[in-house]
């Protein structure tokens, strides 16, 4: 009778294991890779900004921000951020995305705030550009 019990229960808990295994996920899959790298596609991105699971900060410069941006993003130029850090202290446990134009920017961004103890900091791969590419909303 135990033998029979702990099959079923066996069987039940591979079960449950195969259905997580194969459900679609509701944010996006941070892969080890971009773990690695810091780096977030467009789409991994606005899923985890729309989800408001993460914020997003815009590195450009004010002539930039002012042309386009992305809605809802917070806007602090490069050259400000260590000035601007207590800003961002709402956010030290929160998934941060750097974003400028290309990607060359939020870099650096990602650096200085993972050098201030900002531990969840990813770079939008491709900036606004590769956002734009993706079809993503801008205002």
């Known amino acids: 009778m135990t033998k029979l019990i702990l099959m079923i229960l066996s069987l039940m808990v591979t079960s449950v294991q195969a259905k997580e295994a194969n459900s679609p996920s509701v944010t996006p899959n941070i892969t080890a890779i971009n773990k690695q790298t810091g780096n977030l596609s ?7 900004f729309n989800d408001k699971k993460a914020v997003i900060i815009d590195v450009r410069e004010d002539d930039e921000w002012q042309e386009k941006h992305i809605p809802g993003a917070l806007h602090i130029p490069l050259a400000q951020l260590n000035n601007r850090l207590g800003e961002l202290e709402q956010y030290k446990h929160t998934p941060i995305i750097t974003q400028c134009q290309k990607g060359g920017r939020s870099k650096q961004a990602q650096a200085v705030l993972k050098a201030a103890g900002f531990n ?6 491709g900036g606004l550009v590769a956002w734009d590419k993706a079809g993503l909303k801008t205002q």
Do not use: F, R
Request: overall charge negative; hydrophobic content about 30%.
């Open 42 to 48: 467009p789409k991994e991105s606005a899923t985890l």
């Open 120 to 125: 969840d900091v990813y770079n939008l791969e």
